[in-house]
Every structure is written in C-alpha cells, then in structure tokens.
C-alpha cells in the first residue's frame, strides 16, 4: 500500500475567529475548547495573540489562556506577537512559537497595524534577537496574495521580504490571503517560487474563502508540494471588506476534503466535527462549515420506505 | 499572447434551483431572468423540466417559459425531459437539446424516479429514437460519484452506462454528483478515464457544494481535460439530503475563480453578478453565493482616512 502524504493543519480559530467576534468568549471556555481541539491531531494550535488588551479585548486573557490550557505532546502551541513587549510576555508563558505578523502593502500595514514595512521589519529583528533560540519564530505575511487598498501585490515583494526573515534566521513563514483574493494559478506560481528558492523554509499557506476559492487554493497550494496550511474551525474567523462572506478555510471542511483524497491530515475527523458543532453556541451565531451541516461523504440515509420491495 | 483557454459555463438555476424552492417563481419572472442570463455569455441554459406538474409544480409552466423566451444565438436552450410524452412537449417548444436523466445507484434511481436503472435504459433508447436529428441528446448521471443509499458507486458502472448511451447516439453525458460526496481525486481519475475512452463526447460535470468540494472538484476535472461545468446562479439549489449545507456549484463563484485563473468562460462576470444580487428577493431566502457578496477580488476599497500622511 503507497504511503499516504502527510499534510499538517494548522488551527487559527481561537485566535484570528475569536479576536473579531462580538462576544467575549470566557476564557474558561477558550481553555477548554483548546484542549478539546489539541485531542484531535492538529499539528500547531495558534492560542492567542499578546497584543495590546486595548487594541484586542476579546483576547485580553492571553496570558491566563496560554498557561492553563493543556499541552499536549507533538501539538506545538503558537501565539501571535506584535512587538518585543507581546514577546516577553509569550515566552513567560512558555509557548513554543512566536508568531510575527506584517502586511507585504504598505498601505495594509499602515492601516492595520500603523507601521510602515520598514518599521515592522525593524519590529521583526528586535523580535527575533530577544528570542534567540527559546522558541520558534514564524512570519505572517498578510495581503501576500493582493491588498483592499493597493490591488496587486507583487510577487516579487513578498520573495523579497522572505528573503528578509530567512536573514534574520526565522524558520517559518505563512503566505496570508487576508481578504480572500488569490486564485489558484497565483497560488500555484508563487508557491513553487518560494519552494523552488528555499526549499526547507517551514511555508505555512492561510487561505480565506471570502471568495469561494480557499479550499481551491488549497488544491493549488498541494500541488506545488505545500503541505501546511492555517484553518479555522466551523470556518471562523473573515474579512471586514466583505460582511457576509465566508471566512477562514474551515478547518473540518479541509481536513474532511483531505483525507477523501488520500492526504493523512493525522486529525480525527468526528470528534473534530463534534467540537464544530458547539461553536454556534459558543458565539452566539450560525457559522460557515458545510461538513458539521450535512455530515462527511460516507454519511448513509435509511432507504425509503417505498423503495423496499420493488 | 497565450491564448486562454475555453471553458462552457451551463446554467441549471432556473430548473435545477427553482424546483425545489418553497415559492413558485411566476412564470414571467423566469422568462425576464432567463433573458438576461441569455445576454452574459453562457454555453447553456437548462430552462426547465418537461415532467408532470403534479411531481414538480414549480416548473409546470415549462411550455411557457421555453416558448415565450427571447433565444439567443449562441446558447444552447435545454430541457430536462423523463420519457417520450415529455420529450415530445420539449419538441414542440423547438428546445435545443434534450438532457435525459437517470442514478448511476439503483436504490436512487428507484427513491427518485421509481424505475430501476434498467427500465431508464429502456426510456433513454425510447427517448433516442424519438427525437433522432430533432434536437442534441445528453445523458444526466445522477449520483455518479456515490449514493446516499449504497455509498460508493464503482466507476465501472458509470464507465458502463457511458457505453449504453454512446450506443444509443447519445451525444453529450452529464456526470451529477448529486449530493456533493466526490473528492477531487476520485473526479480526476474518473474524468481521464472517461476523456481518454471517449475522447469526442460532450463531457459536463455537475457539482453540489454540499461539503464545500465544489470548486475543488471543478479544478481536479478541468485538470483531467474537462471544459463543460454546470452551475447554478447564487448556488441555488441543493440536495434534500443535507438542510442548511450549499447547494450546486455557484455560477458566478465559478466564473470568477476561472477567469482569475487566466481561463475564457465567455461569461461577463459583472452583469451576471447584477442578476444573481436579484436572486434573494425572487427565491425569498438568502443563498450561498460568497463574490455577489464579497465583491470580485479586484474590488478597491478607499484608504482610510489614518492613512493618509502616514
């Protein structure tokens, strides 16, 4: 029997769907959702964010989340970090990754985050000393696919600022399709581009289906031998350029896609789907996961009663 | 320059999505919205079902509708069509091609049209012979990639029912994956071997988005050499199998991911995203369509204010 490609899947709900909710969610609850989640098989859980409580209040618990939940061996526990200060305060909660994030348009990370490419690369290196070797360090490079406010983003750009982590010795970077406008050819070219120059680089891709083509890409992205891919779970998570869309790939719509195909996702896809399942509840409103809805392929229905004896 | 590559856009919307609505659509709405569908570029429109108004009352004013629409040329005008009596209705309205339809899975065929495959063999041959040169003849294949009854269907007997009607001068063949349990590796191994055998026949494929492998399964068969996709206009439609999921592959999703892929559906997309935004309003309910929402991705949006001097 050929061995089956291994895919690693990445969960963003708890920290990217939860940030832009209404609701608070109760950190007791994100707790135990996370150890829920760890019990699956996902290869990376991203926690929370160490940001300011004021810019984020929804993850204003991040350090209280990040020390009791769980860990889980093999499971690696990444936050997101905007700056040396949000640094400090994740590793003294001992997670195994720091998550950097910047935008490849200047105008996106000017309105985002209120930095210029080059302050935030500045950022990045100050990040990446402090750090040393106490954890791993990630790249998130939003709007790597286009921007709301500048349209095109140039390939060229986004190799460029790779080429800039790799200097400052980061070990993995994720290509974000912020607001849900790469296509697949796109994502094609532009993964091979990246593997082809830096083949051991840990690529993360984070697609959102705010247009219909996140699970799309991530076909496209698998064919460029891309095998790491940030999901959120019942599909939380979304862009604020375009209110009733989807949001995030979801995450038991990919691994349910997956694993029909032939990839070994290492996640278990009914308690998964189990887990989903409870979100309506958790924040208060439906979400867009297909699979939780009508339940995976190999769903069976009673055959109808008039259809016996004939 | 490369030339792009062509791809069929067919539109199922008004019979495959209206028949199942709650609300009948009046008749002269129909034609209205089949008119302006005419006008954006599609290969093909199904217009409605010539079966018995008591099993489908919202499509008992097909001879109305197929009779009273302006007809494009260019545009295939087509008509489900379930034995001679309904064939010779679609006939007398002068249809382009008449798409006969039967379940690849015999519990199926059975729930659905209580015949067994074999009595459907007979109805197509009748149905051949009936129409002759009169109008072009395709073959639907419901629950081609599995069945909620029997689960998987061998692609042997989808293989074999191809032969069946090739035999009978059937020239095009539709592939349903009714109830949206294809994966995008079964699509593609089932589209090359059935390319490879018949390499001259109208091959479509039909997609639900029931478990959000709709578009993923549009890219696997047109990475197998297939260029014909039915569609469905905001993803109406659906599969009573699975309430609250997505329906049919979404029109305008699918036209824009082609066309951002560098591909030529022939369809102008803007235009039909106008039609589509008319949809909640005649159906009555919202539907799954992410770009009628989203806007396409080449959508701009203004610099905030904060930005600006930064």
Known sequence: MQERQRVYIQEVSVRDGFQIEAKFVPTEQK???????SR?????IEVTSFTSPKAIPNLADAEAV?????????VVYAALVPNVRGCERALA???????????????HNLANIRMTPEQSLEQFQKVADFTGDKAMLNASVSTAFGCPFEGEVPADRVMDLIQRYVDMGIQGVSLCDT??????TQVRELCERVRKRWPSLLLTLHFHDTRAMGLPNVMAALSAGVDRFDASLGGLGGCPYAPGASGNVCTEDMVHMLEAMGYDT???????LDIARLLPEIVGHEVPGQVMKAGPYTRRYPVPESVKGM
């Open 266 to 272: 290492g996640v278990a896809l009914e308690p998964l």
């Open 179 to 184: 607001t849900g406008v790469a296509n697949p």
């Open 31 to 37: 707790i135990e959702l996370i150890n829920a989640l």
């Open 93 to 107: 909660c001992n997670v195994d990754e720091i998550n950097l994030f910047m935008s490849a348009s200047r105008t």
């Open 40 to 44: 699956t098989g996902l290869a990376k």
């Open 66 to 74: 990040m020390s009791q939940i769980d860990r889980m061996p093999g």
